[in-house]
């Protein structure tokens, strides 16, 4: 993806973190005549300490994008985080309006999973997002048994990490007065999501580049 040399994010463990914590991500792979193909879906992050990191996740078997997922097929996962309008009213001089934001892709190869990979899956999925459930279920509550008859109805999936790039376009090139001003401004809007961009303004502040 296209980033700016102010926006670049290079922290290989802030990379990471970023896709643990926004893990309902965008999968994208390229049918046979041409066209991508895309689907919205929890995709968790496995990182490795030898080796390359991975992602898995599992799309219906009624979304035919799961037959994209031949031998080696090269895919892309777009990891979305919080994004907050800037006014160009909020700058001393006059400027465009622009769009503040995180993102991380990741791209990579795909192989499907076999039966028992997909059972470990979701217990880890299952674990992870029941978590916080008054009355949290799991592989072991539904019984393992009822959940590899429901597995028939998904095809479950792994990409190993060839390429990971983050952006974070958070005014980096402003100066302190335009920079406060909009940490200011995105403070007092209703969205969480700019209340949120505020706040990592301000905690990665470095000084602009010197021209």
Known sequence: MYINKHNRETDPERLLQFMQAHSFALFITTGENGMPMATHLPIELVVSADGPHKLVGHLAK?????????????????????HAYISSSWYDHPNVPTWNYLSVQASG?????SD???????????????????????????????????????VAFE?????????????????DKNHAAIVAQLRQQSDPNARRIADEMAARRQPPDRL
């Open 62 to 82: 009624a979304n035919p994008q799961w037959k994209t997922l031949v031998p080696e097929t090269p895919a892309l996962v777009v990891f979305s985080g919080p």
């Open 109 to 113: 190869r795909t192989r499907i999973l």
């Open 159 to 175: 990409m190993t990490i060839d390429t990971l790039e983050g952006a974070a376009k958070l005014s980096q090139n402003r100066d």
């Open 116 to 154: 028992d990979e997909t059972l470990a899956l979701l217990r880890i999925q299952l674990d992870r997002y029941e978590a916080a459930s008054q009355h949290p279920v799991s592989v072991d509550s539904l019984t393992e048994a009822y959940v590899r008859r429901e597995m028939r109805g998904v």
